[in-house]
């Protein structure tokens, strides 16, 4: 199964730059705040996606990172087809923080949705309408042979055709997210084969973070 299954795209967030196959979308200075990032991020695709504004920043950073790697990859007609996988370090504590600091007036139901990391998944599959398989786990660092085996396990046990996986993790001043369109059978020439090395060399090449 696995020489079946090829890397199709890739996106990447991080250090004010979102970008897709190693090309900048678009870009700030590394002073803007990340909050201010995301925002003038979202205003630059020109998305129109007003529920975008009350999403916690995890959720933001994975909505606007799933917007750049799905632009061209073809109109989803089946929504059982496609899966999401995602992993993280933080889990939602970026949320759970802010909803922690809340309680001291009055604590906020807006903020409460978030503290869970998996709600990025429910934003992801309601805007893009998908009803696959998906989860969320939790690493310490990004784990490209636990992708490698889950997704492909995914492929060979149920009927997906493409897969959205990767990393995404949002904690006060520090964010990245680097995410994998994987497809099955795809002729492209510029698709990756979908490995454990390929995954981690894209990886690598988006992160200030250091893989163990």
Known sequence: MTDLLKITAYSFAGNNTVGKNGNTVFEVSP???PED?????YQHLNIGYP???????????????????????????DPFA????????NASLDADIRYYDSLANIPSPALFVYTLPNIVIGEISIRHNLKGENAF??????????????????????????????????????YEAVLFLVEKDHRSNEA???TKDNLNNIYLKHTWKKQH
Not at 82 to 89: G, K, S
């Open 51 to 77: 529920k975008f504004y009350k999403m916690d920043n995890l959720c933001k950073l994975g909505f606007l990172a799933t917007e750049v790697l799905l632009q061209g990859a073809g109109k989803i007609t």
């Open 192 to 194: 990756k084969a979908f």
């Open 82 to 89: 496609t899966a999401i996988v995602l992993t993280n370090a």
């Open 37 to 41: 990032f995301l925002q003038a991020a």
């Open 137 to 174: 786990f939790i690493f310490e660092t990004f784990d490209a042979s636990f992708i490698e085996t889950y997704v492909t396990n995914l492929f060979s046990t149920t009927a997906i055709e493409r897969c959205i996986c990767g990393w995404i993790d949002f904690i006060k001043d520090s």
């Open 31 to 33: 002073a803007m705040q």
